[in-house]
């Protein structure tokens, strides 16, 4: 039973005051700029833009700064915003093999045509403090010397390449190259479609998937994955709009893309391939779309005859518990007032020990009186 | 495509070119661009600017099922000149204000009767792909060259 109590608004526009005095800490130090979390905080915009689902760093910079670099938070306020904008139509599927290539590596192909392209990554760093970071002012602008000769746009997807061979468990379009489900528009059912546990994971929590891949590889999965390759850049988006009827180019979008590659499938009839595992992700963000990639193909077992025995194979539990705005929703939720459930409990708890309190004394009273036979006995 | 007074002036594959510059650029650059080409017409909106969402979609294995990776925010505008040439213009972003000038933009470049326009969008495109091209440099410098180590004893 609910019972409405009214009370508290002095009390919740008060906070709402503190926090945002909270938020902007000491006000001798200089406020920072969205275009400033934007720039130089881009793997954190990234982050909000994936679990947020909505591909826009400006936004995603606004709601870092609004929720104080909380990135759970943040990716609230893009859902939030989210259903507050019209639905204007669903984009020509992205194509990665023209993306404009800023890092390309694999870790199964050493001379794979078109090359290993470390572009800008920490993996080979030292994991030591650069001090001069702090100090602000007076450093010189960081910059690469740019080789004389670009890239050659054209890269293959290194899975393509083993494909053709034959090696490579095919991705191929079902039959009629259906339109997506929609999981913002309609409810899951299970078992899951791949379509729906890709969508699902695209917008799932980075933590969450990160563990689950990492359960996988220590062998709560049974997956031995390869990256076959991780690629970084800009691929461009295109719409058909009904009124056009032709395909608009409508800017550049920055993706990250993991193809895994696992062991063996193959049957009695069918050769040995090497099964895959996607992950794609906005902005840059390499983990995460490891970690899907991995969750990906951990989910595939039904697909591949495999038995669903743990829980990155599972379906409804990795759909169910990924999404990090409903998961913190529902565990956030319990320090809201639950002044009258708790009531109840408390005084079902008082009235059991009552019981058994009462029933104690009752058992103690009848042991200390004396019975007919001790009587006789004395 | 035809005009309202039924001149061929562009075919599909130029305009898609020109859209896609117009949605790459700034809301600055196309004010730049539009300052430089003269008079802004006047125009009559059909569809207000407006910003919403489009879902984004990808493939499996890039070449796999579709599915839905996420949304991202669009803003779209269409525009009508005198002459009844109609403009549109889609971009990612949210910028408003960009969308109605890339509309009224695509318009005047169907009439194909403004070549300073014509030639600061050629410009933007050159910018663009000078951008691309020094981001492709940039990695290529990030390239391995992988080298062997000469072992054992001959």
């Known amino acids: ?378 | 495509m035809a005009t309202a007074d039924g001149r061929e002036t562009m075919n599909t594959t130029t305009r898609q070119a020109w859209m896609g510059v117009l949605a790459r650029a700034t809301r600055g650059e196309l004010e730049a661009l539009v300052a430089r080409a003269g008079v802004m017409p006047g125009y009559s909106v059909l569809k207000p600017a407006e910003t919403g969402t489009i879902m984004v979609e990808a493939r499996a294995g890039g070449t796999g099922r579709r599915f839905n990776l996420g949304e991202a925010t669009l803003s779209r505008c269409v525009v009508r000149l005198a002459d009844g040439t109609i403009g549109f213009a889609y971009a990612l972003g949210t910028d408003r204000v960009k969308a109605t000038l890339s509309a009224v933009i695509d318009a005047m470049l169907q009439q194909g009767a403004n070549p300073v326009l014509a030639e600061g969008v050629a410009e933007l495109r050159r910018r663009q792909d000078d951008a691309r091209t020094l981001a492709l440099r940039k990695a290529a410098a990030t390239k391995v060259d992988f080298f062997t180590m000469v072992r054992g004893h001959d």
């Open chain 1, 1 to 378: 039973m609910y019972v409405a109590v009214k009370g508290g608004e002095a009390a919740i526009l008060a906070t709402h005051d503190l926090v945002a005095e909270t938020r902007r800490g000491d006000p001798a130090v200089p406020e920072i700029g969205t275009e400033q979390i934007r720039e130089q905080l881009g793997l954190a915009v990234a982050r909000v833009m994936n679990e947020g689902s909505l591909a826009d760093s400006d936004l995603a910079a606004l709601a870092l700064k609004q929720a104080q670099g909380d990135a759970i938070e943040a990716a609230f306020l893009m859902r939030a915003y989210r259903t507050t904008l019209p639905r204007l139509g669903s984009s020509l599927p992205v194509d990665t093999s023209a993306m404009t290539v800023r890092r390309r590596v694999s870790a199964t192909y050493k001379d794979l045509p078109g090359g290993q392209i470390l572009g800008p990554t920490y993996d080979y760093t030292h994991r030591l403090f650069e001090f001069d970071l702090a100090g602000g002012e007076g450093r010189a602008p960081a910059n690469v010397t740019p080789a004389e000769q670009p890239l050659d746009p054209r890269m293959p997807r290194v899975p393509d390449l083993l494909g053709d061979e034959g090696l490579m468990e095919p991705e191929t379009p079902p039959n009629g190259d259906p339109k997506p489900f929609d999981l913002t528009r309609d409810p899951v059912e299970f078992p899951a479609e791949r379509d729906v546990r890709l969508q699902a994971l695209a917008r799932g929590d980075e933590g969450f998937l990160l563990g689950l891949a990492y359960s996988v590889q220590r062998g709560f999965g049974g997956n031995h994955p390869f990256a076959g390759e991780i690629r970084l850049g800009e691929v461009a988006v295109e719409i058909v709009p009904e009124e056009l009827g032709f395909a608009v180019d409508v800017g550049d979008l920055t993706l990250t893309e993991c193809q895994m590659v696992n062991q063996f499938k193959g049957s009695k009839d069918v050769a040995p391939q090497f099964t895959r595992g996607y992950g794609l992700a906005f902005g840059h963000a390499e983990r995460k779309a490891m970690a899907m990639s991995i969750v990906d193909r951990a989910l595939k077992g039904r697909e591949l005859g495999e038995a669903a025995t743990y829980p990155a194979q599972q379906d409804e539990f990795v759909l169910y518990h990924s999404d990090n705005v409903e998961a913190a929703g529902f565990v956030e939720h319990l320090k809201l007032p639950h002044y009258v459930d708790f009531q109840g409990e408390l005084e079902l708890l008082r009235r059991l020990r009552k019981e058994l309190e009462a029933r104690i004394r009752r058992e103690q009273d009848e042991a200390s009186r004396p019975t007919a036979n001790a009587k006789a006995g004395d």
